[in-house]
């Protein structure tokens, strides 16, 4: 489920900035700058919500943004910035990161 | 993971049909259609690859294409249209579905 910050799903297009990983096996440090770039995330104009599911050192974190401008603020963020260079060097074992522009966007509750 | 059908991840531009689900209490016929449904799309000319995680009766399934007309043909092929149609009246308690152009793709493995 995508937790919104929009008082309704927003209508596209809107962007998406699509982060995949696979954690390795030290993660000192890992758990307080999740914690601390989703606080920041939030305060980021633009910033529309987000998704995150965690599964057996497996991640997806996918923020959704209503400009490409707001994505480049979070990138450039130094928090931001300086979680990347702990996660290249020491936490993953692997990630892919996507900048996406959402063309269509439907969801259904039942 | 992504799962890729290309010799090398593609270069963007390419398309995401992104698909996230919780799935409810009446699961019958869900194993075999999310398996001929895998079958079904590797076949389809413009596939590029994909990725699914499941965790918890949440899950998401992302596959990647060269461009949207391949994405049609997957969207409307009867066997797909079936599986869709089984899993509003059936297997899922929540879904939201997504069409998105992928402007960057980097992956890194350490």
Redesign the interface.
Known sequence: ??NWYTPAPPQ?PFF?SIF?Y?L?EDLEGYEAYDVQTLELVKQIPGFLGY?S???EG?G?FISYWANKDAIKVWAQHPIHQKAKELG?NKW???????????????????
Chains 1, 2 share one sequence.
């Not at 993953?92 to 039942?110: C, G, L, N, T």
């Open positions: 489920m995508i596209a998406a995949n696979y390795g998704e599911m965690k599964h497996r997806t290249r993953y074992r692997y990630y892919h990161s996507m900048i996406a522009e959402v063309q269509s966007f439907h969801s259904h509750s039942f």
